[in-house]
């Protein structure tokens, strides 16, 4: 089992930027496919972007492509997030989740329903 842990959310005016960092309490942090969610109040639980446990395949969800940026060091076992263009529509709680199933290692998971493992959440807020 493992535990993850976000940081780095906070308050930001539209335009800003923010980087969240997720950390895995593994150091078998590379058999994990890794993705981050959001919740916004009201709103179910949605996809924001993916990576693959080598880091080489990257998904986005379409409101966020040009602005996030999803890497990981698997060597510090932590997934980051950086947003870029802050927006008020990207104001909502923010998740990281792990999934470990022995997937290919450019494979990349969007599904929700896929991870197992998920963070506590960080609050971001984005204002106009």
């Known amino acids: 089992q493992v535990q993850l842990v976000e940081s780095g959310g906070g308050l930001v005016q539209a335009g800003g930027s923010l980087r969240l960092s997720c950390a895995a309490s593994?150091?078998?942090?590379?058999?994990?496919?890794m993705g981050w969610f959001r919740q916004a109040p009201g709103k179910e639980r949605e996809f924001v972007a993916a990576i693959s446990r080598s880091g080489t395949s990257t998904y986005y969800t379409d409101s966020v492509k040009g602005r996030f940026t999803i890497s990981r060091d698997n060597a510090k076992s932590t997934v980051y997030l950086q947003m870029n263009s802050l927006k008020p529509e990207d104001t909502a709680v923010y998740y990281c989740?792990?999934?470990?199933?022995?997937?290919?290692?450019?494979?990349?998971?969007?599904?929700?329903?896929?991870?197992?493992?998920w963070g506590q959440g960080t609050q971001v807020t984005v204002s106009s």
């Open positions: 593994t150091r078998a942090f590379s058999i994990y496919h």
């Open positions: 989740a792990a999934d470990h199933r022995p997937l290919l290692s450019s494979m990349v998971v969007v599904n929700i329903k896929e991870y197992d493992y």
